[in-house]
């Protein structure tokens, strides 16, 4: 019997990480539901800090990959290599074939290396040739792009974003959290923070902790209210008359799966087995923004999905 906690697995980050309060939470509620998360910020934000930290506390094997524009999609799944003394081809797995992947800056890689990533994360399983690999069941992306470029990088297609759980922008830390910060890397002699983390979980445990998901209760009540908030953010018009016209499309229906997804998730981790409002209004934003395809005349009068999101919430009421 594990006697491990998500509770615990927090703390342990939070020995690392100073402040992102938000960002811990949900790359625990993305790690236990099985979701992909998009990480932007700018660099310096203790992106990797954090992937690292929670790849090795719950003792996933992990691959860092650097995106770039050379990148070929056999880089990442794998490839038939001939064996000459048995004339015969042998798969040998690409950096895909782990349990935690972060790929580091993935809009720097073109849009067929990025879509042999989408067919890892959307099906769980990589095709090379005429054959099919299951990746591992706790398989988990992590993605990092940063939102200063626009230079040589490749923008995410809407496809492609779909399959993230989370869409996270991190914020700067305050002031003290950024004391914090410095006190913490001067200890260690080489900035790594995560160097001395113990693995507190397992593979399993995470594994057996989304089972538990099936468990969890969700009212009908609740369920209307994701999909009208999905269904909202295809009718502008109706439900932000002003803003009529900056969202070009709205979210799909995976998204409101997702939602709901995540918000057991947040019901699971707080010991609850019902989905309250709160799960849903708390992860609407971060779930929803990245799957909202805005007209240029959203960004011309400065509004982005965050704003729209959070509109919506205020509109649709909740049970
Ligand atoms: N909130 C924080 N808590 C602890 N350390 C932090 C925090 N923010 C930044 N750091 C420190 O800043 C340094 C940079 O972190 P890291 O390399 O993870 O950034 P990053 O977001 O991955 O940057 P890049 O986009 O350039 O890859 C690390 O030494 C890290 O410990
Ligand atoms: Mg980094």
Redesign the pocket.
Known sequence: MSTFSCEQLKQQLQQ?????EDLLDRLIIALVSGGHVLLE??????????VHALAGSVHASFQRIQFTPDLMPGDLTGSEIFEPDKGSFRFQPGPLFHEIVLA?EINRAPPKVQSALLEAMAEHQITVGAETHILPPLFMVLA?Q?PLENAGTYSLPEAQLDRFLFHLIMQY?SHE?EIE?LR??RKVDD?R?DANLKSIAKPEDILSLRLQLNGIHVEPSIEKYVIELVAASRDIKTYIPEWDGLVKAGSSPRGAISLLRAASTRALLADRDYVIPEDVIDLAVDVLRHRLVLDFSAQAEGIDGKQIITKLLEKVDAP
């Open positions: 690392v990480i100073v402040g992102q910020g700018p660099p310096g934000l203790a992106k990797t800090t954090a580091d990092t940063n830390p959290e910060i913490r890397t900035g923070l």
